[in-house]
């Protein structure tokens, strides 16, 4: 059996979440593994998992856990001898190069790309992290280039890969657990009719120009509400949005994993206007729950809806046509009963099982390893 040492800067808890336990249980058939990552909270961590623990600075959360995470890699190399190791984006990729570097090992390295890395340092975070922008592009390039595999989840990422002159050696989804979004049928849409925006108040969320277009498109549009759930740097936005329009937008922080599911079903659509995504998870769920989306023509988005179909796509950071089309899917006679029709059934395709994804991971790994 081949050995993997899983390395990203996703954070783990104990017991795993149910996503992990099952993505690992699957891997564990098939390869022995060992994980890199960081720890979500005080404890122990599980079995198989290093992780580095939580810094009282939040700021440097991140720097040291890229300075730790080569000699980190290293040592795991010395002692785990895995076959590759399995890194979660170019930035620990390039980590796990100088972690076999740092350990004189022969180890194989394969980078996966879920998403932009150009967006990182510029839409992610605080502004001043664009500064770092010229320095962590070419850290991602140097990664991609030098590594001895490359796995992509869209054809999206793939493209971004392709452009550096890189084939990718495998393209295919992560497996994510949305078994609460599949456990019952999807429901009819409701008598009241809702937009839905589920994620992190963000820049590469496109928060602003989410707010712009209902502020053009709400007028135009009464009765209808435009509910909001997320939390982040961009949350004064959200609330001058909710002063101005208190009649027609509601908005949460939070709401637990499982109430999303409910979320999606008390709305008519889902509104993803991102500047970028690999591919959008919350697009997948809001298909799964017979929902359209409305969103931008952006990132991997494409790969999951197509215009006029499964919903309704637009230009990138273009707030009168994102106003234009929420008035179209809420105004032009079944228009939305058409897409939410064709929204479950498309879901199919985009969705891994944990065999599945433990399988394709395997064969990656054999063919990498050689």
Same mark, same amino acid.
């Given at each position: 059996?081949?050995?993997?040492?899983?390395?990203?800067?996703?954070r783990? &808890?104990?017991p795993?979440?149910?996503?992990?336990?099952?993505?690992? %249980?699957?891997?564990?058939?098939?390869?022995? =593994?060992?994980?890199?990552?960081?720890?979500?909270?005080?404890?122990?961590a599980p079995q198989r998992?290093?992780?580095?623990?939580?810094?009282?600075?939040r700021?440097?959360?991140?720097?040291?856990?890229?300075v730790?995470l080569?000699?980190a890699? @290293?040592?795991?190399?010395?002692?785990?001898?895995?076959?590759?190791?399995?890194?979660?984006?170019p930035?620990e990729?390039?980590?796990?190069?100088?972690?076999?570097?740092? @350990?004189?090992?022969?180890?194989?390295v394969?980078v996966?790309?879920?998403?932009?890395?150009?967006?990182?340092?510029?839409? =992610?975070?605080?502004?001043h992290?664009a500064?770092?922008?010229p320095?962590? /592009?070419r850290?991602?390039?140097l990664?991609?280039?030098?590594?001895?595999?490359v796995?992509?989840?869209?054809?999206?990422?793939? %493209?971004?890969?392709r452009?550096?002159?890189v084939?990718?050696a @495998?393209?295919?989804?992560t =497996?994510?657990?949305?078994?609460?979004f599949?456990?019952?049928e999807p429901?009819?849409l409701?008598?009241?009719?809702?937009a839905?925006?589920?994620?992190?108040?963000?820049?590469?969320k496109n928060?602003e120009? #989410?707010?712009?277009?209902w502020?053009i498109?709400a007028?135009?549009?009464?009765?209808v509400?435009? /509910?909001?759930?997320?939390?982040?740097?961009?949350?004064?936005?959200?609330?001058?949005?909710?002063?101005d #329009?208190?009649e027609?937008t509601?908005?949460?922080?939070?709401v637990?994993?499982?109430?999303?599911a &409910?979320?999606?079903?008390?709305?008519?659509?889902?509104v993803?206007?991102?500047?970028?995504?690999?591919?959008?998870?919350?697009?997948?769920?809001?298909?799964?729950?017979?929902? $359209?989306?409305?969103?931008?023509?952006a990132?991997?988005? $494409?790969? @999951?809806?197509?215009d006029?179909?499964?919903?309704?796509?637009?230009p990138?950071?273009?707030? $009168?046509?994102?106003?234009?089309?929420?008035v179209?899917?809420?105004?032009?006679?079944?228009?939305?009963?058409?897409l939410?029709q064709?929204?479950?059934?498309?879901?199919?395709?985009?969705?891994t099982?944990p065999?599945e994804?433990?399988a394709?991971?395997?064969a990656l790994?054999?063919?990498?390893? %050689?």
């Amino acid at each position: 059996m081949r050995r993997a040492l899983f390395a990203g800067r996703t954070r783990y &808890s104990s017991p795993l979440s149910v996503t992990h336990a099952r993505k690992f %249980g699957a891997l564990g058939e098939h390869l022995e =593994y060992r994980v890199l990552g960081s720890a979500a909270g005080a404890g122990a961590a599980p079995q198989r998992f290093k992780l580095f623990p939580r810094t009282p600075l939040r700021a440097l959360d991140g720097v040291l856990f890229y300075v730790w995470l080569p000699f980190a890699i @290293a040592s795991e190399l010395r002692s785990f001898r895995p076959d590759v190791v399995i890194a979660q984006s170019p930035y620990e990729g390039l980590a796990a190069l100088a972690g076999r570097s740092l @350990a004189r090992s022969h180890a194989k390295v394969i980078v996966e790309i879920h998403g932009d890395w150009h967006t990182a340092t510029r839409l =992610y975070g605080s502004k001043h992290r664009a500064r770092l922008a010229p320095i962590a /592009d070419r850290a991602a390039v140097l990664a991609v280039r030098r590594a001895d595999a490359v796995r992509t989840v869209s054809g999206f990422t793939a %493209g971004l890969v392709r452009a550096l002159g890189v084939e990718p050696a @495998a393209i295919f989804h992560t =497996y994510t657990e949305i078994a609460a979004f599949l456990e019952h049928e999807p429901t009819s849409l409701p008598s009241r009719p809702r937009a839905a925006f589920v994620g992190v108040l963000e820049r590469y969320k496109n928060v602003e120009g #989410l707010a712009a277009a209902w502020r053009i498109a709400a007028p135009q549009l009464p009765g209808v509400t435009l /509910d909001l759930v997320g939390n982040g740097r961009q949350t004064e936005v959200v609330e001058r949005l909710v002063a101005d #329009l208190p009649e027609q937008t509601t908005w949460r922080r939070k709401v637990e994993p499982a109430e999303v599911a &409910s979320l999606l079903d008390e709305a008519w659509c889902l509104v993803l206007p991102s500047f970028s995504e690999g591919l959008p998870r919350v697009a997948i769920e809001s298909l799964a729950r017979g929902r $359209p989306v409305v969103g931008s023509r952006a990132g991997g988005i $494409p790969d @999951a809806i197509e215009d006029d179909s499964n919903g309704l796509l637009v230009p990138s950071g273009d707030a $009168p046509a994102l106003a234009n089309a929420l008035v179209r899917f809420f105004t032009e006679p079944g228009l939305a009963a058409r897409l939410a029709q064709a929204a479950r059934p498309s879901a199919e395709s985009l969705l891994t099982q944990p065999e599945e994804y433990a399988a394709r991971v395997s064969a990656l790994v054999e063919s990498t390893s %050689g």
